[in-house]
């Protein structure tokens, strides 16, 4: 572990201590989340506790022939439920829809942008992927992303790139590198300052992006209200209902990484719209579907939003509710089921165990 605090012993007790992974792009993101809270908070300190997670020190296997849900945040949630920790700055793509008994994602900021991007190697930089030459290979640790391009762009040849995304550019970058390019979340790259070398944005037409891709997620002990209350002030609403929506279709489904399962989503007014889908492997099956409903949303004129006639305090999918209307994030979860559903009606289950048995038996 490692951190940086410069009060005093007697001081120290009075210091948030959150954790995040060691890597470039999770420290940013952390740092983030803590400037933000110090806008609210201006005389508050905080440390950041940093680790290595079981999926930062296995780098030569797939994610999915790993095989483990939580690889990225088992060793923070313990250290959490310790008590060494007052919360976790999460990507929330790598949050289990299950959390552990106990914890909660306090708040949800603002999404950045969820799609895919390309990133060309010098060789291609002028090309997109459906003007690669056949044959070319396309780096991704993603399942998801894997048996879409199977799918939708056959003439390109798929491998595994595992590391931080410094890593990866750098296996791009490489003058021996057997990548024409590679496909990683725009998100990352935005956020690490990187945008210039965004080739192509992958509208979700063309690749459907992974559940809570894009958003950040602060966990904290859900009896923690000390630390529940301090993050309120960061929440965001249309990141909320969509995240909410999408992490229930992956619970429903039974989905993670061991399965090609995708989604999109938009909030329009009071109108929620995801859309779901399932792939085999080779991506020559595809099982998918939309769903849309409307939502009770608050007025802008100040009127309550409609009573919710469940009143027991819960968490939507791991999520605090917050300063939301329950009757709306009630809405986003029960869209999200609604969708799975109608992919389960459609053999999307055993598609995925397909999918499992393949991976597993190729360990």
């Given at each position: 572990?490692?951190?940086?605090?410069?009060?005093?012993?007697?001081?120290?007790?009075?210091?948030?201590?959150?954790?995040?992974?060691?890597?470039?792009?999770?420290?940013?993101?952390?740092?983030?989340?803590?400037?933000?809270?110090?806008?609210?908070?201006?005389?508050?300190?905080?440390?950041?506790?940093?680790?290595?997670?079981?999926?930062?020190?296995?780098?030569?296997?797939?994610?999915?022939?790993?095989?483990?849900?939580?690889?990225?945040?088992?060793?923070?949630?313990?250290?959490?439920?310790?008590?060494?920790?007052?919360?976790?700055?999460?990507?929330?793509?790598?949050?289990?829809?299950?959390?552990?008994?106990?914890?909660a994602l306090g708040v949800l900021l603002k999404r950045e942008d969820p799609r895919d991007a390309v990133v060309m190697s010098k060789k291609f930089k002028d090309k997109k992927l459906s003007t690669l030459p056949k044959g070319s290979v396309i780096g991704?640790?993603?399942?998801?992303?894997?048996?879409?391009?199977?799918?939708?762009?056959?003439?390109?040849?798929?491998?595994?790139?595992?590391?931080?995304?410094?890593?990866?550019?750098?296996?791009?970058?490489?003058?021996?590198?057997?990548?024409?390019?590679?496909?990683?979340a725009a998100a990352g790259l935005k956020r690490m300052g990187w945008e210039d070398r965004i080739s192509q944005i992958l509208e979700p037409d063309e690749i459907l992006y992974a559940v809570g891709q894009g958003a950040l997620g602060v966990e904290c002990?859900?009896?923690?209200?000390?630390?529940?209350?301090?993050?309120?002030?960061?929440?965001?609403?249309?990141?909320?209902?969509?995240?909410?929506?999408?992490?229930?279709?992956?619970?429903?489904?039974?989905?993670?990484?061991?399965?090609?399962?995708?989604?999109?989503?938009?909030?329009?007014?009071?109108?929620?719209?995801?859309?779901?889908?399932?792939?085999?492997?080779?991506?020559?099956?595809?099982?998918?579907?939309?769903?849309?409903?409307?939502?009770?949303?608050?007025?802008?004129?100040?009127?309550?939003?409609?009573?919710?006639?469940?009143?027991?305090?819960?968490?939507?999918?791991?999520?605090?509710?917050?300063?939301?209307?329950?009757?709306?994030?009630?809405?986003?979860?029960?869209?999200?089921?609604?969708?799975?559903?109608?992919?389960?009606?459609?053999?999307?289950?055993?598609?995925?165990?397909?999918?499992?048995?393949?991976?597993?038996?190729?360990?």
């Amino acid at each position: 572990m490692s951190g940086n605090v410069t009060m005093n012993s007697e001081e120290k007790c009075d210091v948030i201590r959150v954790g995040s992974r060691k890597s470039e792009l999770a420290l940013i993101q952390t740092k983030h989340v803590i400037q933000c809270l110090k806008e609210y908070y201006p005389k508050k300190e905080f440390e950041i506790v940093t680790m290595f997670t079981k999926g930062d020190k296995i780098l030569d296997k797939s994610l999915p022939k790993i095989g483990e849900k939580s690889l990225f945040t088992e060793e923070l949630e313990q250290a959490l439920e310790q008590g060494s920790l007052d919360f976790v700055v999460h990507s929330l793509k790598d949050l289990p829809t299950i959390l552990p008994a106990g914890m909660a994602l306090g708040v949800l900021l603002k999404r950045e942008d969820p799609r895919d991007a390309v990133v060309m190697s010098k060789k291609f930089k002028d090309k997109k992927l459906s003007t690669l030459p056949k044959g070319s290979v396309i780096g991704t640790s993603s399942l998801r992303r894997s048996a879409q391009l199977a799918r939708n762009m056959p003439h390109l040849k798929v491998e595994n790139v595992r590391g931080n995304l410094n890593t990866r550019l750098s296996k791009l970058d490489d003058k021996k590198s057997p990548y024409a390019a590679i496909i990683l979340a725009a998100a990352g790259l935005k956020r690490m300052g990187w945008e210039d070398r965004i080739s192509q944005i992958l509208e979700p037409d063309e690749i459907l992006y992974a559940v809570g891709q894009g958003a950040l997620g602060v966990e904290c002990r859900e009896s923690d209200w000390k630390m529940r209350s301090l993050l309120e002030p960061l929440y965001d609403m249309e990141t909320t209902l969509r995240c909410v929506c999408e992490r229930s279709f992956l619970k429903t489904l039974g989905g993670g990484c061991s399965a090609p399962v995708a989604v999109s989503s938009s909030l329009q007014g009071e109108k929620l719209t995801i859309t779901g889908a399932v792939w085999s492997l080779d991506g020559q099956t595809l099982i998918t579907d939309t769903r849309n409903g409307k939502l009770h949303l608050p007025k802008d004129d100040g009127e309550p939003p409609r009573k919710c006639p469940y009143q027991e305090p819960r968490l939507y999918c791991g999520i605090v509710p917050g300063r939301m209307s329950a009757l709306s994030l009630l809405g986003a979860e029960q869209l999200g089921k609604d969708l799975a559903k109608s992919l389960i009606e459609k053999n999307a289950v055993d598609i995925m165990l397909e999918a499992r048995n393949a991976i597993s038996n190729s360990k």
